[in-house]
């Protein structure tokens, strides 16, 4: 995933991969306005060229944007045309430069204040917790909590700066190995700003929001705490804690507390239940989830230990009694810290050469995918080969290509090969979806046994000539035709009697080829345009059917008057 608007729940909305996506209806009308048209090639933004379309929200379009020179980014258009959209959209952009990429989408640029306003930002390598369990099952329970700290420590940061997010779940925290960072800054709401959105109205899905939400409060931090709850209990169970849906069974299910904790590990089952008890006032505040989840994680706390080295004196007064004799030592280690400065620089460099992750680059070199991708691109099936992504990595044995986000290999493989999405949208015969990528394969198979019949009645034409043609009268091939000779009055010319059989045969033989020739354009229809395109060798045997068959009528006739 990108950094994106995933906030699926707010309006009508297009979604890649696991995500809704209609391209046939490409407006959508919400409260007070109207969505602007999503196109498959975006066009430009400021120095971005825009291709291909990774997600889209109630508000905003993500595309993958590149400049002239630089690394791919991810560029988001204002999309939605209506009061407080322009303030809200700017906002985020705001909200985004203040983060400074801690835990968010880092920004890059942006022009607030164009036509159509846009911004661009950190194209996040990685796949979305909720895609993750749901092609792997339960995360480890390390990588639970890594992942969950990650975001409670953006949260809180977000908190700081005066923000909640109001749509903390699996679906809005891209993972990247055992680091989280979470995306969807667009509905966080700061204390003392206007809200964009009408009162009382539901951010987010049900299943996901804190009792408090449903009853029409505003969202508070608690709200944010109540949200990590649920994702340490779905990431590490597998399951959603409150049945799907926004009917008024999860409403209930939500509001009395009866979440499904079974599969949640013990040692993180108290946090949970803690951070999603019913009343904000009964959880935790996101300092105290931060601290639980450094100590169920000791190894995460390491890179904060720099941080709080000038702050602390207790390592000095620890270090002081043990450490005295070699106190003249330490002017010896500064010769030392110049070899960490050569590690530090040395640790980068592995990682550009090191390309993408193990697992996206076992599907750039899966031939077998490659080669269906192709025919899907080259027959306008962009949205389709999302599908065909998911379904090449539910056949896969290893975890880290399960894990991946369908999307997000697409997009790669598509930029890797210089695709854009509606590229050969014209040769597409079916809508964009899995079952239409189904129905052309099946045409496309049609017209391959067609061709391949059409090709063998030519050929059995060709052998019918030939052997018609050198066996003499009493050829089988011509057996059927001597009635002929028995009804038609003998003909005679320059002593030789015309041979009846044979021009039987011939004519038998033409037909044949007129109908192979009538079947060929049939296959040729069905198949279309575009790959995959096998060898044709039914055109090929029709002429050569046709050559013969002419070739031994000629030959016929100069035997009749030689």
Same mark, same amino acid.
């Given at each position: ?301 390491? +890179?904060?230990? /720099?941080?709080?080295? !000038?702050?602390? &004196?207790? =390592?000095?007064? $620890? @270090?002081? *009694?043990?450490?005295? #004799? %070699?106190?003249?030592? +330490?002017?010896? /280690?500064?010769?030392? !810290?110049?070899? &960490?400065? =050569?590690?530090? $620089? @040395?640790? *980068?460099?592995?990682? #550009? %050469?090191?390309?993408? +992750? ?205």
């Amino acid at each position: 995933m990108s950094a994106g608007d995933t906030a699926e729940d707010h309006v009508p909305t297009v979604h890649v991969g696991d995500r809704r996506v209609d391209r046939d209806a490409p407006t959508a009308r919400v409260a007070t306005g109207i969505a602007t048209p999503l196109e498959a090639d975006g066009g430009t933004a400021g120095p971005y060229h825009l291709k291909t379309l990774i997600g889209s929200g109630g508000f905003g379009a993500v595309y993958v944007g590149r400049a002239p020179s630089g690394p791919p980014v991810a560029v988001k258009l204002l999309t939605y045309v209506g009061d407080g959209a322009r303030e809200r959209f700017a906002r985020e952009a705001e909200l985004l430069h203040r983060l400074g990429g801690a835990g968010f989408p880092r920004y890059l640029d942006g022009d607030l204040r164009a036509t159509r306003p846009w911004f661009a930002m950190e194209l996040l390598e990685g796949v979305t917790i909720a895609d993750a369990v749901r092609h792997v099952g339960p995360l480890s329970e390390e990588t639970v909590v890594t992942a969950a700290l990650d975001a409670a420590r953006s949260l809180r940061r977000l908190h700081e700066l005066g923000y909640v997010h109001r749509d903390v779940k699996p679906a809005n925290a891209v993972l990247a190995g055992r680091r989280a960072t979470l995306i969807d800054v667009g509905i966080a709401k700061g204390e003392h700003v206007h809200d964009l959105t009408s009162t009382g109205e539901m951010i987010g899905s049900v299943a996901w929001a804190a009792p408090e939400r449903l009853a029409g409060d505003r969202g508070t931090a608690a709200s944010d705490v109540y949200g990590i709850g649920l994702l340490i209990a779905f990431a590490s169970s597998g399951t959603m804690p409150f049945p799907r849906g926004d009917d008024a069974g999860t409403m209930s299910a939500v509001a009395e507390g009866r979440s499904d904790l079974r599969g949640v590990p013990a040692a993180l089952l108290p946090l949970v239940r803690r951070t999603t008890a019913v009343a904000p006032e009964d959880r935790p505040p996101m300092r105290e989830v931060v601290a639980e989840l450094e100590r169920l994680a000791p190894g995460a706390v390491i +890179p904060k230990a /720099p941080r709080r080295t !000038p702050e602390a &004196p207790s =390592p000095t007064r $620890v @270090a002081a *009694p043990a450490v005295p #004799p %070699p106190s003249p030592e +330490p002017p010896t /280690p500064p010769a030392p !810290p110049a070899p &960490p400065a =050569p590690q530090t $620089v @040395a640790v *980068p460099q592995p990682t #550009p %050469p090191a390309g993408p +992750p193990d697992g996206l680059q076992r599907m750039f070199d899966n031939r077998r995918l490659a080669l269906t991708l192709k025919a899907a691109h080259e027959r306008g099936y962009d949205a389709a080969a999302v599908h065909l992504v998911a379904r090449a990595q539910r056949h896969s044995h290893r975890k880290a290509v399960r894990a991946l986000d369908p999307a997000r290999v697409k997009a790669s493989i598509w930029r890797r090969n210089g695709w854009w999405d509606g590229q050969y949208a014209a040769r597409r015969r079916f809508p964009d979806t899995e079952h239409g990528w189904a129905q052309e394969r099946g045409k496309v198979h049609r017209g391959w046994w067609l061709d391949k019949a059409a090709g063998i009645i030519a050929l059995i034409a060709f052998i019918a000539v030939v052997v018609g043609s050198i066996s003499g009268q009493d050829a089988s091939v011509r057996a059927p035709f001597e009635w002929l000779r028995r009804v038609l009055p003998v003909v005679e010319i320059a002593g030789r009697s015309i041979a009846w059989d044979m021009i039987g045969l011939l004519l038998v033989v033409v037909a044949a080829l007129y109908g192979a020739v009538r079947v060929s354009r049939t296959a040729q229809r069905d198949r279309g345009v575009g790959a995959p395109q096998a060898i044709r060798f039914a055109p090929g045997l029709i002429a050569v059917g046709y050559a013969v068959a002419a070739a031994a009528g000629v030959l016929a006739v100069l035997g009749v008057l030689a």
